[in-house]
Every structure is written in C-alpha cells, then in structure tokens.
Nanobody, 123 residues
C-alpha cells in the first residue's frame, strides 16, 4: 500500500521560511513523480511544484517560482519543499501526491495523496 505523509507545516510571519517534507512508502521502485499542491479556503486546488525522482527534473508554477525549491532525498524516500520569502497568499493546506507514470501539475492525474499539512503566513 502506497502511503504519503506530509510534515513541516506551521505558522510563520511573512518573509519567513518553512520546509515541508513528504515521506513516501509502498512503491516497488523509485520511479515515480511527486507533486506538491495547495488549497486555500474557498479556492481551487493549485499545483505548485513537481519532481521526477528518476532524473530529478523539476517544474514550478509561476506563483512560487524563485521562492520555493523542491528536492528529493532518494535514500530516505522523502521529498522536500523549501519555501522561502513566504507571503500571506501562500496560506493553504499543502498536499503531496505521487504517481508512477504522470509528470505535471494536474492533480486529477495523481493516484496517491497525503493527508495535508497546514501552512499559515501572517502579515
């Protein structure tokens, strides 16, 4: 059974940083994609970053480009999302998702999801 567990959320002031982690278990091989998504109250889910664990290819939504960095610790089956220069508009529940064959920011294409972690940025 594939499981994803997010951690690292919390409350931070604008301009601050947080690092989210997504611990993955249950895949038979290391060839899968991890995407990070977020959903703010009353808003649609937004795909913000993705990494292909096989070759390290990454992609970022414009809303986070230059501020967020996704990385993979393949030895620990964990993907991190380093979030710098946080803004109040980054406040949301953040989710990681995994898929063995899809690479992109369309959440509907991902088969496996974590439970989410809350990030709150105060002004």
């Amino acid at each position: 059974e594939v499981q994803l567990v997010e951690s690292g959320g919390g409350l931070v002031q604008a301009g601050g940083s947080l690092r989210l982690s997504c611990a993955v278990s249950g895949f038979s091989s290391g060839d899968y994609t991890i995407g990070w998504f977020r959903q703010a109250p009353g808003k649609d889910r937004e795909g913000i970053s993705v990494i292909d664990r096989a070759d390290g290819t990454t992609y970022y939504a414009d809303s986070v480009k230059g501020r967020f960095t996704i990385s993979s610790d393949n030895a620990k089956n964990t993907v991190h999302l380093q979030m710098n220069n946080l803004k109040p508009t980054d406040t949301a529940v953040y989710y990681c998702a995994a898929d063995p064959s899809y690479y992109g920011l369309n959440g509907a294409e991902y088969d496996y999801w974590g439970q989410g972690t809350q990030v709150t940025v105060s002004s």
